[in-house]
């Protein structure tokens, strides 16, 4: 057994172990095909060990491989985590850094819009669009994202644990209606006044679980029914085509698209809120994940549209989903201790 083993070679296993494909594994690392095999190569000459059965066809782990893939996992969050504690640049700092902002017009895009203005030219933040941060969730552990946002309160705590997060802002909640709707003509729309109504809240998607959960929660003892399953939407034409087909009510937050035909308006009696936290891989070290904390906190002060008061400002009496109201009332009641 050798007594050292680069972290390159580990970093290299993980990645085809998570892929399962020689290519896509490549570029994720964003290296040459032949430099990730000889890599491999090198790893299971050094381990004496084969790790991979590969065919023309498919790319598996050898039982030595699935041995060592908890091992390799720890050792390379331990080297971000040294690197993270001591001020380096970590394992990825010079790479592009992938960013989930879920939508075109998100919270997230606005983070990220404010960070690209802070960085210097030769950092990259790349954006991808995941809707749902419990699908995008499993792309930050199998590290082909490294940053996301969305609501934490919905996740598996086992997968929370070995992320960090950050809360960054309280998104108003709002319900989107055709224009010819009764309730399409009010300012506000109260809870109670959508009694009776069905709304769309993303049921059967997987990926968006955690915003299914808050929408159950809201809609529990109010009568508002949650439309039936439907099938993973993707992309903001056809989301804005299934919806105006199927004439859907949907929930929502004052952080939307723009849909023809359609109105957006807040939520009120009380005020539901949306807890968003900006969410990335344990022991991540980049300057692009700086700028966005950064961005982040620059945009959580000046509030929303400038106006007074910061993201984190929520509205007295308003409503929050249960995992996450314990914590406000947690932090609040911790707030109100006299200092010793």
Do not use: C
Not at 8 to 37: G, I, K, M, N, P
Not at 94 to 111: K, Q, Y
């Amino acid at each position: 057994m050798p007594k050292d083993i680069e972290p390159r070679l580990l970093r290299a296993f993980t990645a085809v172990a998570d892929e399962l494909h020689f290519t896509r594994a490549a570029a994720r690392l964003y290296v040459a095909q032949q430099a990730l095999s000889r890599d491999i190569r090198r790893l299971e000459r050094e381990l004496g060990a084969e790790l991979f059965v590969r065919t023309t066809r498919q790319v598996a782990l050898t039982a030595e491989g699935t041995r060592l893939l908890p091992y390799a996992r720890r050792v390379l969050a331990a080297q971000e985590e040294l690197a993270a504690a001591f001020g380096g640049g970590g394992a990825g700092a010079g790479r592009p850094l992938v960013v989930d902002v879920g939508a075109p017009v998100s919270t997230g895009s606005e983070v990220l819009a404010e960070a690209r203005g802070r960085i210097s030219p030769e950092v990259e933040l790349v954006a991808r669009f995941h809707s749902g941060l419990t699908g995008a969730a499993a792309e930050l552990l199998a590290g082909r994202l490294d940053v996301s946002f969305g609501r934490v309160g919905g996740l598996d705590p086992a997968v929370l644990a070995r992320l960090d997060h950050q809360l960054i802002r309280y998104e108003r909640m709002a319900v989107v209606l055709r224009e010819e709707h009764p309730l399409a003509r009010l300012p506000e729309v109260p809870l109670d006044a959508l009694a009776g109504e069905t709304l769309y809240a993303a049921a059967g998607n997987a990926a968006t679980a955690e915003w299914t959960d808050l929408a159950t929660q809201l809609f529990a003892g109010r009568g508002i029914v949650m439309a039936e399953p439907f099938p993973e939407i993707e992309g903001v034409e056809e989301f804005t085509r299934v919806v105006a087909k199927r004439r859907w009510s949907v929930l929502a937050s004052t952080v939307f698209i723009a849909m023809p035909g359609a109105v957006l308006r807040p939520l009120t009696g009380p005020v539901p809120l949306s807890p968003v936290s900006m969410v990335w891989r344990r022991g991540l070290r980049h300057p692009g994940l700086d700028a966005l904390r950064a961005a982040a906190a620059t945009l959580g002060a000046a509030g929303e549209a400038g106006a007074a008061g910061g993201w984190l400002d929520a509205p007295p009496g308003s409503w929050l989903p249960g995992p996450e109201a314990a914590e406000a009332a947690q932090a609040a009641a911790q707030a109100a201790r006299p200092s010793r």
